[in-house]
């Protein structure tokens, strides 16, 4: 009986380690002396900046088209070629411009004629007023003599030897001689406040203005050739023989003018105060696993915050993100870059 008393409390004190035994091990390992600590993380400046950005020339790759729209009458260059500067890429349907300058030069030539004109009505003009000075000389003597005579036959009249119809015809012939120095009297008045040098200036003028139409015609029809911007390569041409060209989208020509490969990378507004020129990079093709590595520096900064340079329109393209744009310069050979080329770029401190 005594046996069976005692096992009850054997099983009290096993319950009870069961209970200790746990806590006293996380007593013991919390409390347990501890080895060398973890270093701490680096500093948020010493991480490297991971971003987006597309392989670029140093002069941006431009969008060329007509100054004026029309319908393409030639494409003289393909994509892919080397062209020097002033190269003419395509040329437009001008025949009507054409015909626009033949219209010009005639209208030049008619105001030319219109000018000799009146250069030789200046010249002439003295003699025309001397002339109607002697013209009215004589009508004045014309009205003079006309008076004697009437004088004389009133004086015959008393005498009974002219009839009164010849007085009154005298009389007529007076005043029609008066009239007629006065119209020659206006006339000359006329041609004495006449200045035909403003006939000249305002033929002068004219050419002026005709001169101006040609030029703008025969600017119409120098716009209708594009001409390359400078040396570089037809990446993309847009349009072929027979269709209309306009300025707009799509481009009539993509054109990158010569010089080095780089790339803009599309820098988010958290990571501009992380970022220096000088600062080393890395590019790699983000959508290659198999990507090999291109190195460079940060070349500059842009000044403002605004939306990507280049806009695509293309499905999974993020087109309202509004970062600054950061120039990488490429050290070495830029072999299997492409201009547009998607690619990762890591910036970080020596």
Do not use: Y
Not at 132 to 159: C, H, M, P
Not at 179 to 194: F, K, N, P, T
Not at 250 to 259: E, I, N, Q
Request: proline fraction near 7%; hydrophobic fraction near 45%.
């Amino acid at each position: 009986m005594s046996e069976r008393r005692r096992l009850p409390g054997l099983g009290a004190i096993i319950a009870v380690l069961f209970l200790v035994a746990p806590l006293a091990a996380v007593g013991w390992w919390l409390s347990r002396p501890k080895g060398d600590t973890a270093p701490p993380p680096p500093a948020l400046a010493d991480l490297d900046v991971v971003c987006s950005g597309r392989v670029d020339g140093l002069v941006p790759v431009v969008s060329l088209a007509p100054a004026v729209p029309g319908k393409v009458a030639e494409v003289l260059a393909s994509e892919g070629q080397s062209v020097p500067a002033g190269k003419p890429l395509l040329r437009l349907d001008d025949d009507a411009l054409r015909l626009r300058v033949e219209e010009a030069k005639a209208a030049l030539a008619a105001v030319d004629v219109e000018i000799e004109a009146a250069t030789l009505e200046t010249k002439l003009h003295p003699a025309r007023v001397a002339s109607q000075k002697l013209v009215i000389a004589g009508a004045a003597d014309r009205t003079a003599t006309a008076r004697k005579l009437l004088a004389e036959r009133k004086v015959a009249k008393e005498f009974g030897t002219v009839a009164a119809t010849e007085i009154i015809a005298a009389e007529a012939e007076v005043r029609q001689a008066e009239r007629l120095e006065a119209i020659e009297a206006d006339r000359l008045a006329e041609l004495s406040a006449a200045k035909p040098e403003l006939r000249v200036r305002a033929a002068e003028v004219k050419k002026f203005q005709a001169q101006i139409a040609l030029k703008q015609a025969e600017k119409a029809v120098r716009d209708c050739v594009l001409t390359a911007p400078s040396a570089g390569v037809v990446l993309r041409v847009g349009v072929s023989a027979g269709e209309t060209a306009a300025p707009g989208v799509p481009p009539a020509v993509l054109f990158r003018p010569d010089g080095p490969l780089v790339v803009r990378a599309e820098l988010e507004q958290e990571f501009i105060g992380r970022v220096k020129p000088g600062m080393r990079a890395t590019v790699t093709d983000e959508s290659r696993t198999d990507s090999p590595t291109w190195t460079g520096r940060v070349k500059q900064l842009g000044a403002f915050v605004a939306r990507r340079r280049n806009v695509l329109l293309e499905p999974g393209e993020v087109n309202d993100v509004r970062t600054v744009e950061c120039v990488i310069a490429l050290d070495g050979s830029t072999d299997g870059l492409l201009v547009g080329q998607r690619m990762r770029v890591r910036i970080g401190k020596e």
